[in-house]
């Protein structure tokens, strides 16, 4: 029969010499191997001091943008949540009052905003339903919690701060920025 | 009465190093199976975790205690009580260092000097499988019992090679006295020189004594979920683990003592007269290098359970009973006969 990897060997039962009966030197052997290991670079990287270095298209937490100005993108139009396959998704719409202009860019916002990060398989299908670049994934962790309900985060968690903007350029590659003027310039017909 | 009051000194000196190097030696295993597997190991309690062992301590203390209805709670409490008290009596006997002179009077950095020194440690050590015995017995479970089983029927077999490698030793000091053996080897070489089959053979029965890797049958953990202390929490738990690494501790000064000089180098004197030190500070030189001789050994304990795997148990027996007796007869026979041929024999 032909073997299918050239890497088989074949193996020979026989009996053992003296020296190998006597199993020291190759317990020696071992050690040696063990001893060298000793000296090696450690390959663990401490994480709250250190941190892997991403690739540019990680999804990790989410983040809900706001625009230029500050205003939150989001309309609560809901397609996320559609295209959520985990159902991590929850929100709550509402209408803009007068005076609130600065606050939400268009008239219908997202009172209530929630995804569960315990549900969520961080597929980044939310980003791609999104029509409003509101939500994007980031190249953040989602930080351990000792409560289930703690991993729920709300818009407190994910709307980004103003003075503290999350950036999602590197997220945006040609091909995503490709893919978004498609869907753009379809969506407008 | 001075004499009484440096002895209780010493003993408790005893008592607190024995428990510190214990309690560091699980520091130092976790650290050596980290740097031995590429990984780093504890490091968050303290600088390089050093407080890691009181970290563990503090844990073992706070865990709930569990007796199982079934067991015996009599002998369930015996049992690590018996493993502990066990590991700490056979340090007595260990020869620390040469004298120091207080006071204008000279002590010897030993606490008691048996002349049947030996025998003691024998008999005490062999204590030990009492408590894992019992331990594993009162547990009422079928792992525990199998893991005391197989520990009480380790240690016995590989305790007879260990003696007749010892016998062998005793054959060529002449003495049985740990005092004596350490200090004839400041004359001359180390017993390793003279007896390196039996340096091996007791080396290894260590192993199997301490029921360290490659001997680890009695708790495999992959097997009986820790054997002879499944049933244990807490502190009891605690104690099982500390007479372990106090054990460890223990029979390396042993080895170092039986076959590595004690508490004596190479060229000892001359270093001592080149640097003009007095009596005090070259056997305070002498205890430093005994214990670098015993962490080597802790430190070899270590590597060797992190490299090889685990015995299976008729190979154990194998091992023991087919290769490690007859050789242990074989070297008391060839000792004999070279010490007739030299005419040490009367």
Redesign the interface.
Same mark, same amino acid.
């Given at each position: 029969m032909q073997p299918l990897t050239n890497r088989s060997k074949l193996v020979v039962k026989k009996e053992m010499t003296f020296i190998e009966k006597l199993y020291l030197p190759a %317990?020696f052997t071992?050690?040696i %191997? @063990?001893?060298k290991?000793?000296f090696?670079?450690?390959? @663990?990287i401490?994480y709250p001091e250190q941190k892997r270095e991403f690739s540019p298209v990680y999804r990790g937490l989410h983040v809900l943008k706001r625009d230029d100005k500050g205003a939150e993108r989001c309309t609560a139009c809901g397609l996320c949540a559609v295209s959520c396959p985990a159902e991590a998704i929850t929100m709550t719409a509402a209408e803009r009052k007068k005076g609130e202009e600065n606050l939400f860019r268009e008239e219908k916002y997202a009172a209530k905003y929630e995804i569960n990060m315990l549900r969520c398989i961080f597929c980044g299908l939310c980003e791609e339903a999104c029509p409003k670049e509101a939500i994007f994934l980031t190249d953040r962790i989602v930080p351990s919690e000792f409560e289930r309900n703690d991993f729920v985060f709300g818009k407190d968690k994910l709307v980004e701060k103003v003075d503290d903007r999350v950036d999602v350029t590197k997220r945006q590659t040609s091909a995503v920025l490709d893919f978004k003027q498609n869907k753009k310039l379809s969506h407008n017909k | 009465m001075e004499d009484f009051l440096f002895k209780v000194i010493l003993v408790v000196a005893l008592f607190v190093v024995s428990l510190l190097v214990a309690m560091y030696s699980t520091y130092g295993e976790r650290k050596i199976s980290a740097f031995l597997q590429d990984r780093i190991g504890p490091n968050r309690a303290g600088p390089f975790g050093l407080l890691q062992p009181l970290a563990d301590g503090v844990k073992m203390f706070m865990k709930e205690e569990i007796i199982p209805n079934v067991s015996n709670k009599a002998l369930f409490i015996l049992g690590p009580c018996i493993a502990m008290t066990t590991a700490l009596m056979a340090g007595v006997l260990i020869p620390w260092g040469g004298n120091i002179e207080l006071f204008g009077k000279t002590y010897s950095l030993q606490v008691a000097d048996l002349n049947i020194g030996v025998l003691y440690i024998f008999g005490v050590t062999s204590m030990g499988v009492y408590g894992i015995m019992i331990g594993g017995w009162a547990s009422n479970n079928k792992y525990s019992l199998m893991g005391a089983i197989r520990a009480s029927a380790q240690m016995i077999s590989y305790e007879i090679a260990m003696g007749l490698a010892i016998i062998a030793l005793i054959m060529s000091t002449g003495t049985m006295s740990l005092k004596e053996i350490a200090d004839q080897q400041d004359a001359a070489l180390a017993n390793f020189v003279y007896q390196p089959l039996g340096f091996l053979i007791f080396l290894i029965c260590s192993f199997a004594e301490l029921n360290r890797a490659p001997f680890d049958m009695p708790e495999s953990e992959s097997e009986l979920i820790g054997g002879y202390h499944t049933e244990y929490s807490s502190m009891k738990l605690g104690l099982y683990l500390f007479a372990e690494y106090i054990n460890m501790f223990i029979s390396s000064a042993i080895i170092v003592t039986f076959y590595l000089g004690g508490h004596h180098f190479p060229f000892q004197n001359e270093i001592n007269e080149a640097l003009g030190l007095s009596t005090n500070l070259s056997t305070a030189l002498g205890t430093v290098v005994f214990f670098l001789k015993i962490f080597f050994f802790i430190f070899l304990f270590m590597w060797v359970r992190w490299t090889l795997p685990r015995f299976r148990y008729d190979q154990l027996m194998r091992v023991g009973w087919k290769s490690l007796i007859p050789l242990a007869i074989l070297n008391i026979l060839v000792t004999g006969i070279v010490m007739w041929m030299n005419g040490k024999l009367n």
């Open positions: %317990i071992g050690m %191997i @063990t001893f290991h000793l090696k670079k450690s390959a @663990t401490r | -």
